[in-house]
């Protein structure tokens, strides 16, 4: 039934493997999952693993213990948070350019919400937050933290807190890929000079209060952001 598992990522896989086969409805007859022994068995890694990936499942909902019984599919399993493998996500061809563009696809709408939402505080905040960029970089630093803490500022604006988890969440996973590019455009003044006209651009379109301009700056801001990411070598 299960792939024999070899990797460092060995409890996230069994995990994985573990959650396609109840999608699958192999434990449907009884809704009980083997026992830690066969499982350790079956997919050949140590009983500390399957626990370690049991209780991944149990954090996300999906299975409960039950005292003196077993393992059961919890009732409400097929509800799932969103789970990305980060090796994947970060190692796999592609996988960062896919990220980008959801991330593409989210943000531009958040920034027209945050135009037609955005009040003064709002604005002082995000203003602070882009000034922080470039304090960073001109103390010589990669701006990560700041790139990522001024697309959140626009974020809070919007006051819808799901914009925030979601972007919050791709984040996690994007960020090697920001430093790369930040490192990229800190050797090219071409870069350095098109990422601070983007920031302006999305910074000004809410300040003007216009949700379309905003939603094309920060569509256009990612757009070249991926391509950046393409020049240096990363995808």
């Known amino acids: 039934m299960f792939e024999t598992i070899s990797s460092p990522a060995m409890s996230e896989r069994v995990a994985q493997q573990l959650l396609a086969q109840i999608d699958a409805?192999?434990?449907?007859?009884t809704g009980k999952l083997p026992t830690e022994a066969v499982l350790a068995r079956e997919f050949g890694v140590s009983r500390t693993v399957?626990?370690?990936a049991v209780s991944r499942l149990k954090s996300e909902g999906v299975v409960e213990p039950r005292q003196g019984s077993?393992?059961?599919?919890?009732r409400h399993a097929a509800i799932r948070p969103l789970r990305i493998d980060y090796a994947e996500a970060v190692e796999s061809s592609g996988s960062l350019a896919h990220l980008l563009a959801v991330?593409?696809?989210?943000?531009?709408?958040v920034a027209a919400e945050a135009a037609l939402h955005c009040t003064a505080a709002g604005m002082d905040e995000i203003d602070a937050a882009l000034h922080r960029i470039e304090e960073a970089v001109a103390e010589g630093r990669d701006g990560?933290?700041?790139?990522?803490?001024?697309?959140?500022?626009?974020?809070?604006?919007?006051?819808?807190?799901?914009?925030l988890k979601t972007l919050s969440f791709l984040n996690q996973y994007l960020e090697a890929g920001m430093k790369v590019t930040r490192g990229n455009e800190a050797t090219r003044e071409d870069f350095s000079r098109?990422?601070?006209e983007e920031h302006a651009a999305i910074v000004d379109a809410i300040r003007s209060r216009d949700p379309?301009?905003?939603r094309n700056a920060a569509r256009t801001h990612?757009?070249?952001?991926?391509?950046?990411?393409?020049?240096a070598g990363i995808s």
């Open 25 to 29: 409805g192999s434990f449907n007859s």
């Open 50 to 52: 399957i626990r370690e």
């Open 70 to 74: 077993g393992v059961y599919i919890a």
């Open 103 to 109: 991330r593409r696809a989210i943000e531009a709408e």
């Open 144 to 163: 990560v933290a700041e790139d990522m803490a001024f697309h959140r500022a626009i974020a809070v604006v919007t006051g819808n807190p799901y914009f």
């Open 194 to 196: 098109q990422v601070r």
């Open 212 to 214: 379309m301009a905003a």
């Open 222 to 231: 990612l757009y070249n952001a991926a391509r950046r990411l393409a020049e």
